[in-house]
Nanobody, 118 residues
Framework: QVQLAESGGGLVQAGGSLRLSCAAS????????MGWFRQPPGKEREFVAR???????????AYADFVKGRASISRDNAKSTLLLQMNSLKPEDTAVYYC????????WGQGTQVTVSS
């Protein structure tokens, strides 16, 4: 079982940027397809981005349409850390952001709150 701890959220103005971090412990992080998800206020949790290994140390990524061109998922396998760089933030990006083994194979962490003001 992988334990997950998200950080890096905060209050930011529209157009700003944030970098979210997810520390994972337990398991073999480098082998896992990892994803970011978010839960906007009053809505269901939704997929944001995921990254998986295609061979050796080569990974590829996929993004939800609503963040394409504005987000970049990456990882540091040596630190078992997953990152999400988000730029050009919009008020509708306000949500609690979570990481997990895609599509949600481990217990969910506490998440990190991102609030984007207009």
């Amino acid at each position: 079982q992988v334990q997950l701890a998200e950080s890096g959220g905060g209050l930011v103005q529209a157009g700003g940027s944030l970098r979210l971090s997810c520390a994972a412990s337990g398991g073999t992080f480098s082998r896992y397809t990892m994803g970011w998800f978010r839960q906007p206020p009053g809505k269901e949790r939704e997929f944001v981005a995921r990254q998986w290994r295609v061979g050796g140390n080569v990974y590829t990524s996929a993004y939800a349409d609503f963040v394409k061109g504005r987000a970049s998922i990456s990882r540091d396998n040596a630190k078992s850390t997953l990152l999400l760089q988000m730029n050009s933030l919009k008020p509708e990006d306000t949500a609690v952001y979570y990481c997990n083994r895609y599509p949600g194979l481990s217990d969910w962490g506490q998440g990190t709150q991102v609030t984007v003001s207009s």
